[in-house]
């Protein structure tokens, strides 16, 4: 089982830049693939990115693809993901998730852990 800790969020002006961090306990974190997800208000969850146990592979969203950047260190039992270049269209609720899969994915149905978010705000 793992247990999953997001932090990070809050209010930045469109162009800056948060980090988002996402603390796992359990084991079970360093075997498994992690990913991001966000939702808006009003809106569906999407997938924003994911990244294999290795850390070899990874997935973006179009939407954000070359702006945000995951990664994780197994070794700390931490995620990440490093957001630039903000726009308001990013400000959401960010969701960090796990799966027992070796290799991300985009579908949310496929995560078994989630956190409990961290709010993100981009003033325009």
């Known amino acids: 089982q793992v247990h999953l800790v997001e932090s990070g969020g809050g209010l930045v002006q469109a162009g800056g830049s948060l980090r988002l961090s996402c603390a796992a306990f359990?084991?079970?974190?360093?075997?498994?693939?992690m990913g991001w997800f966000r939702q808006a208000p009003g809106k569906e969850r999407e997938f924003v990115a994911a990244?294999?146990?290795?850390?070899?592979?990874?997935y973006y969203a179009d939407s954000v693809k070359g702006r945000f950047t995951i990664s994780r260190d197994n070794a700390k039992n931490m995620g990440y993901l490093q957001m630039d270049s903000l726009k308001p269209e990013d400000a959401a609720d960010y969701y960090c998730?796990?799966?027992?899969?070796?290799?991300?994915?985009?579908?949310?149905?496929?995560?078994?852990?989630w956190g409990q978010g961290t709010q993100v705000t981009v003033s325009s």
């Open positions: 359990g084991r079970a974190f360093r075997r498994n693939a």
């Open positions: 990244m294999s146990v290795s850390g070899d592979n990874t």
């Open positions: 998730a796990t799966t027992s899969r070796r290799v991300g994915s985009t579908h949310g149905y496929e995560y078994d852990y």
